[in-house]
């Protein structure tokens, strides 16, 4: 498929309808990926994890209609522009306040909205699982908003109709920016900030117990975390395909290989995780092969619309190789404590599809088109949302004490655990 420059067509009422359609099973990745999360979690804090995640969506989506949406803008729509060197620079959305106006948008502005929506929500929710068994709930909230009011909003329009999306056009890189299914917007932005809340929160107590050592904390439940995998590829197809109407302006004919090029990566992926995990521990690891089923679906986000079945396999089998070797290093090089893997499956994921996608679509330039991109993503919104999250930790504090994370957070926040019936033993790591 050739790419297009977002926002060029008009969509007709039934492309209307079946984006709607798609948008509206898309919700099931962001269920999917609660379900991973809360598995790959511990049971004394299984149902604080997935209210979090309730709540998270909750906030950010009111945060967003009052905020953020202004600053993201209309997708494919002209924002704030800064005139320097003789280009025009779009940095940052021009949208109506309080989403004012929705019902006379065009269809088109209507149906990316709802996307943003639903890309926030999610980009949002992925730092929640990354602080798991140690996150207060009211933090995981305030994280949410200041990802929906500020960094989001603010790569959103960069990726979808600003300077990032116009390189084609200024600097004939290609189609510009591409970011077809939130790859950047959504999977790279919620991984760097479950970096920089890792980083900031410190790890589980008992986790690193000495210097070069780690302690396993294994998810509480296996099928929470498989079968959340196979919710979210149900939503990960349909929001892949409306992502190439939305932003592709792609024909029908193109919409059954963007959804095959979906399944293929992610097949590709957990494959070779399996392979790898199958080499290195005498058995293949469930919770692993999960993340890198999950590698390969958020790799498809940045390029499944715009590669063909071979590369996508190709860029899954990539994907499912780096997943198990990079939790690994993190853990046990970096001592960075990641319960949900996000920083390795949404971050690393979404910047190899998104350089995957300048590898493999045509044209010109568009390889360079998709490194500025990452070198944006690395250079500037990881500083943003960790300077955000530094200030915010200060003003609240992400951690509860060492009695609450030792009881679990179902009792310490909740008052009752997910599991009631289970009784609760001593952790030898508190003694």
Known sequence: MTPTLPGALPLSESTFVFTLGLLLLAPLAIAGVALINTGLGRSRSAAQSLLGCLAILGVASIVFTLLGATFAGNVGEAGH???????????????????????????????????????????????????????????????????????????????????????????????????????ASVHVVGGLSALAMVWIAGSRRGKFPQQGLSTAMPGHNAVYILFGSMVALVGWLAWNVAGAVLFLNAPAAALPLTAINTLLS?????LATFAV??????????????????????????????????????????????????????????????????????????????LAAGFFAPGAGQLLAQLVGNVALLGVVLPLIYLLFFILNRVHSFRVDQDGERIGMDLHELGGGAYPEFVIHRDDSYR
């Open 81 to 183: 522009t800064l005139h320097l060197g003789g280009k025009a620079w779009d940095w940052l959305g021009t949208g109506s306040w309080f989403l004012g106006g929705l019902q006379s948008a065009t269809p088109r502005a209507q149906l990316g909205l709802l996307f943003e929506f639903l890309a926030v929500g999610m980009a949002a929710m992925l730092p929640w699982g990354s602080g798991a068994d140690r996150l207060r709930l009211t933090a995981g909230c305030a994280a949410a908003a200041v990802i929906a009011a500020t960094v989001f909003p603010l790569t959103a329009h960069w990726a979808w109709s600003g300077w990032l999306a116009q390189l084609g056009a200024n600097f004939g890189l290609g189609a510009g920016f591409l970011d077809v299914g939130g790859a």
């Open 266 to 270: 992610a097949s590709g992926a957990v």
């Open 277 to 354: 995990t199958r080499i290195r521990f005498g058995k293949p690891d469930a919770s692993l092969c999960a993340n890198g089923w999950m590698a390969g679906l958020v790799a498809s986000s940045g390029c499944a619309a715009v590669v063909t079945p071979i590369a996508a396999i190709f860029v899954g089998l990539v994907a499912g190789i780096v997943t198990p070797l990079m939790v690994e290093l993190f853990e046990l090089a970096l001592s960075v404590d990641d319960p949900s893997g996000a920083i390795t499956v949404h971050a690393a994921g979404g910047l190899w599809g998104l």
